[in-house]
């Protein structure tokens, strides 16, 4: 056959053949449309169910419906609700779910075919504490493979107080599309209640150093000045990552005797740590060491200079008046980015 | 003689077909590996999901807006803008040296007060003369700056922005409230790799927006907006998704991006002088950073979506469209080393073997084309077999792909309005191939020819305004 033809014939085919699935899709759209509105109908009852549960209380034939708490709906629009309510309301409705079996239907729906609604699932398991929804979500993290599913189920382990173990946790950074900033909640909540776990954990040979800034970080959540050491350790370490994680830690901690060591992390050579310092040393020493601070105002980095003005002004009157005074400076540098920083924080005007 | 003349017709007739087929066959695989991509990726999380797994732990965000002459968008603009979904950004509208009212528009709107920042010039641009914040909007800044164009204006705006991600929107586009959240993901799953993001920009004429927030989803009620709607579908859905599967995109538009800033100053920010900046930077990233051996990534997902005016008129949309083309080439011309460059990878070899067919030789090969087959037509040399070969490459496959674009979007993603919205851009996608596509290869030859002109111009730009619709 002339390849010509073969041109015009293979066009042909491929233009019918995609106006074909082009009006098989439309024609599928008229029936989605239709579905869409009897979910959202599906999904006004669920909501009007819980309503009545808080509010109402009339109309047990509507939150007794058995039917109604088996839809797969039911997580999400659940998630939804219960992000409104607080205290006897919010136990007032969970008590309920759990008295019409919603716990178990949500623990069911964890081996759901489709992952948004296992997803919602194992994130409205949280408000379900118990030793089967521990068992579930931790089968759950066992057999997905996907890593946001596993992230969500031990945040979920975290919230119902049946902690993951620390290897677990930190298995997840070596994995593709790991996120290391969803996973700190996880391990500021095993650094409040698996504190050794996580010690012991750092000190294991071979960690990476995303692994020890994720864990130095975390240990700032523990509210146990026995990590103090540890962190002030990790200040000499090499890495600029783990010196600024470890002063991180230091300012959630907040504890004075830590100052002297951080005021000496002021002097170091990455504008990062310099930066995280300053913060740290706000939180940790009030007025003590603001005019190493203020040296900080004639910086080469703006961020540093900038967070060393913050700090300062932080301090309250006396921070604020060592700031003023320093508009006078002789050096351009710092007198400009005294008065450039007073302007920008709202106290006073820029200088001409 | 004649004989001559006829052999020498038929071959340069069968260049223009043979082209056509190699670059249709690039198209249809661009579309298969679009349509693998969103298969795998499967449904996009609801808007409230996304907030409650992400808000607390995603990285601040500084929205870069460039606004030149936009005093009748700048306040929906903005006001869009202040009502985002996101728990930690900031607004920087960079006002530059416009000759309407654009800057005395925005004070009025949101009261906006002069003050100081610190800043460091790592990118260069035109003096700033002066930095407004409004006492009663903490997110909002505001840079009056002398005119120095688009990518001048940015690289002023990411110098005085502090978040470690910026996201640059054009004035005149509206973003989803949720597109922020939707365009870090990447970010957060992959935050030591991932440089640059970019999202799905659709047409928003004939939509109702009120307030800088799209009410209603409408299409647009005039043919000329109507047609782009089918071309932005094609070229966001199919190529950037296809590419970016290959992390060979090569283009994040300018109207809506999110890039790491350290990674953008690592090249020096915006290059000045250009007009294809959003093309460019994105180029020069790769380079930088293949040059560099870093192991990084460079994303296009088509959830997040920024709705855009699109022209309406054929001299706006002549102008933008030569303006895009003389972008493409100058950057070609810029990175020129980087084709076929084993150095630079499938970038190299996809990514500027794509520009060289579809950008370079493409539009000149059309043009051969549409004059040469009407005059063989007409003299009646011309055998039937070129002729329905050439109907195929010219209508026949642009056809297929255009309106797989659609079935993708409607399989996959769904945001075309109702089914007879559908019908209608099928129909589109039948009309596109009778005047529209071969008007805009045309416009690709002007666009062309100034390049060689050197022509910096941007053309004119009128806006309506979205309240207008």
Redesign the interface.
Known sequence: M?S??L??Q???F??G???V???T??AL??I??RREAILQKRRDKITDAMSRILWDETGAAVIDNKRLWKSQMVP?VF??FV?LVRGEERERLIDRLIGNDVDDQFRRLLHHR???VR??AV?ALAYFPGLSTARSVDALIENTKA??IRI?GMRTLVSIGSYPLVPDVMAELSR???????L??VLSGLALHRLQDLLEYLQRPGISDTERACLLEALGASTDYSVLATLQAALQDEAPTIRAAALEGLADLAHPDAAPAIAACLRDSDWNVRAAAIRALRESAGYAYASEISALLSDP???V??ES?QALVDMGAPGRNLLESSTRDPDESVSR?A???L??L?FAG?RP | MMDVILTVSKFIGLMV?VTG?VQYTNY?TQLVLATIQLMSS??A??P??LW???S????PIAILVPAFNEEKTIVESLSSLMAMQYPNYEVVIINDGSSDGTLDVLIKAFGLKK??????PLAPHEPIRAIYRSPHQKRIVVIDKANGGKSDALNAGINVS?APLFCCVDADSVLEPDALLRTVKPF????ERTVAVGGTVRIANGSIIRNGQILKVQLPKKLLPLLQTVEYLRAFLMTRLAWSQLNTVLIISGAFGLFRRDAVLQVGGYSLGTVGEDMELVVKLHRDLRERKQDYRIKFIPEPVCWTEAPETLEVLRNQRTRWQRGTLETFERHGKMAFNPRYGLVGVIGFGNILISDVIGPVVDAIGYILFPILAITGTLPL??F??Y???T???G??IS??S??LE??QL?RVP??SD??LL?GICILENLGYRQLNSLWRIRGGLQYLQKSQSWGVMTRKGFTSY
């Open positions: 002339n010509l033809i041109i015009w293979v066009a042909c491929l233009a053949a995609s106006l699935w082009m009006l899709l439309i759209r008229l989605r449309t999400e998630l939804g992000a489709r992952k948004s997803f919602a994130e890593a946001d969500a593709p599309n790991a996120s290391a900033r969803r700190q909640s980095v703006w961020l200079q900038f003005a980015t008065s450039l920083a302007a920008e709202g820029e | 077909i087929v249809f499967g449904k999380a609801r409230d999901a409650r797994r992400y607390d732990t995603v990285p003050t100081s920042r610190l800043y460091s502090r957060m799953e992959d935050p077999d070129y329905l070969a109907v195929a490459v209508s026949g496959f056809l297929a309106v797989g659609l079935a409607e399989a769904r109702k089914a559908l019908a099928t």
